[in-house]
C-alpha cells in the first residue's frame, strides 16, 4: 500500500534552472552589425547542453541572425562584422585557429523550407558523412539507419531509400534534412523556422522529434509560432530589435513573464 | 496589473472574451452576495419563506459556475491565451469553483431557518451559537464584498484584511462550537437543533474559507504567485510587500 505521505506526481513546480544546467554555448556581450547598422545589442547568454532552448520575437528582432552566429553562417555575409565572446563547450568559436567546418560539423543547422538535395533519401543522408570521408559501406548504412530512425523516418522510407528525396511530402523532407543533420552527429542542432512550411500533422511529427532528439543533442529552434515555443523548448529568449529582453524556463516565461515587453509580445497586446 | 490590459490585445475575439470572463465573475459574484443577504435576512427573522428563495436561487449560480466554465473551456482550447491571460482564466475557474460552494454552504443555512421554524418558530434564535452564527455569516459577507472588489479592480491590495478577517472568524467559530458542546451535556433533549447549529455554524465558517480562497486565486492573477500552503510568517511578509508595491 502507497504510503499517505508518498507524492508520485511529476512535480510541476521544480522549476528548470540555468545554475543547474550543464552549458553548452555561452555567449558573452555579443554584438553584430550589418554594415553600421548594429542588429545585436550586447547579448549575453548561457545555452544549456540536452535542452531546447527556443528564440522568439517579431520579425527583425534579431532572433534568427543570433542563430546563424552559433555556426558562423554569418561569415558568408560580408558586411557583417562581430565583438563579443561566444564559447561551444568552453572553446571560442570565434578564434583563428577554429576550423569553420570543423565548427559547422559540430554545430549542425536545419532551414525554415526543406532542402534536401536531388539525390537518392540514401546519398541525401550519408552526404555529411562522404564529404568527412568516411567509405566503410557497413558504417554508412548502420549511419542512415540510426539518423532516419532518429528523425522518425525510418519506417516510412526503410523500403525506398534509393527513391528520390525530392519524390518525399514537404513534412518528410524536413525530417529528413534532420536525419541529414544529425548524421554526423554534431554536438548542437539549429533549427530556423524549421516546421513554418509544414502542415499541422507534419508539423506535430517534428516537435515530437525535437522533444526525443534534445537527448542526444542541444537543440537551439527560432520560431514565429509562440504555441510551438512554449511546446517543445525548456527555455525561451523573447529578443526585441536587437536586445535579449527576457530569457527564462520556458514555464516561467508563458506563465508569467517578469517584464511587461515580454508579456505584451506573448499575449498579442498592442505593447 | 490593470483590469483595461485584459482589453489591449490584438485579437478583439479575445478581449471580448476576457471582458464577459471578467463581467460573469463579478455577476456570479454578486448573485452570491444576494444570496448571502438573502440567508442572513432569513436567519435573522427566522424567515422560512426567504429561506426557500434562497435553496431556490442556487440552481441559478450553479449554472452560473457551468457557463464561467464553457466559456474558459473555449477561450483555452481557441485563443491560447498565455501570461496574465491565462491566469485570468485559472483565476476564474477557482473563483467560481469557490463561489459556487460559498451558494451550497449558504443553502445550508437556509435548511437550519426552515428545520427550526417546522420545529418552533420562537425557540431558535435562544439557541448557543446562533448569535455567533449570525455574526460568523455578516463577517464571511464582508469578506466575500472586498475580494469582489479586489477583483474588480485586478489588486491584491486588501489582502492582509481578508487574512486578518478570516482569523477573526476563526476565533468566534471556536468559541461557538465550545458553546454549543457545553449544551450537549447540559441541554440533551435539545441535542439535534445544537447539532443542526453546529452543521450551520461549520457552513458559515467555510464561507469565509472560500472568501480566502477567492483572495489567493486573486493573487495568483495580480502577482502570478501561489500562496497556498505558504506558512504564515512568509505569508504575512509576501501580503506586507504586495500591499507596499500596490
Redo the contacts between chains.
Sequence with gaps: MAELTSFSMNRASDKLSLDKEKIAIEVKDWNLYYGSKRALHGVTMKLPENRVTAFIGPSGCGKSTLLRCFNRMNDLIDTVSIDGQMLLHGEDMYSKAMNVSALRRRVGMVFQKPNPFPKSIFENVCYGLRLQGVKDKQVLDETVEWALRGANLWGEVKDRLDDNALSLSGGQQQRLCIARAIAIKPEVLLLDEPTSALDPISTLAVEELIFELKKDFTILIVTHN??QA?RVSDYTAFMYMGDLVEYTDTDSL????KLKQ??DY?????G | MQKK?FS????NQ?NRNLEELFNHILEMGGMVENQLDMALSALSNSDIKVAKEVIRFDKTINQAEMEIDRLCIRVLARQ????????LILSTIRIAIDLERMGDEICKLAKLVIKFQKSDPNVCSDFAGYSELVDITTRSREMLKVTLNAFARVSAEDAMSILDQEEVVDQVYAKACADVTSQFKKNPENVECLLEVMTALRASERLSDHALNIMESIIYLVQ?KDIRNMDQGRLTEFLEKISGDE
Design positions: 509562440m504555441q512554449a508563458f506563465t508569467n513573464p515580454t508579456e506573448i499575449s498579442g497586446r498592442y | 490590459e489591449s490585445h490584438i485579437s479575445l491560447q491565451p498565455t501570461a496574465s491571460d491565462l491566469r502570478g
